[in-house]
């Protein structure tokens, strides 16, 4: 995957930007989304105490230093990749079954949040400053 390009996530879109670490590559992204105000609550409660097999499967997958934050009923997650084929990777995640129940709770937490056809709850974000 090329600096700049996107990969839509079953569910959204993000951007991406890529660094050095070490001998690999680390990809950075970020995300933002709008909870629905009703939702907000749960949404806060279900990432209090994330499901062990989901914490398991985003590491499996090559996720590290992921992140949410919340401002009012917006989200921010930001997180780094750091293995070799991102695309099996989010097929690995999408195709886990305790990932795949989590997400029937997180999902309807979310408005439809999209600036262009290739996301529906997230907007990519365009990485504009870069420290290690």
Known sequence: MAVGERFIFPFCAVCLFVTRKGNGMKR?????GKLK???IEEYCRLHAAVWPGVLKTISECNLQNYSIFLCDDLVFSYF???GEDFDADMEKMAQDPVTQEWWTH???CFERFAFDSNSEFYHDM?????HP
């Open 28 to 32: 950075c992204f970020g995300q933002i």
């Open 37 to 39: 105000r009703d939702k």
């Open 80 to 82: 780094e990749y750091v």
């Open 106 to 108: 997180t999902h309807p």
């Open 126 to 130: 365009k990485q504009i400053f870069y």
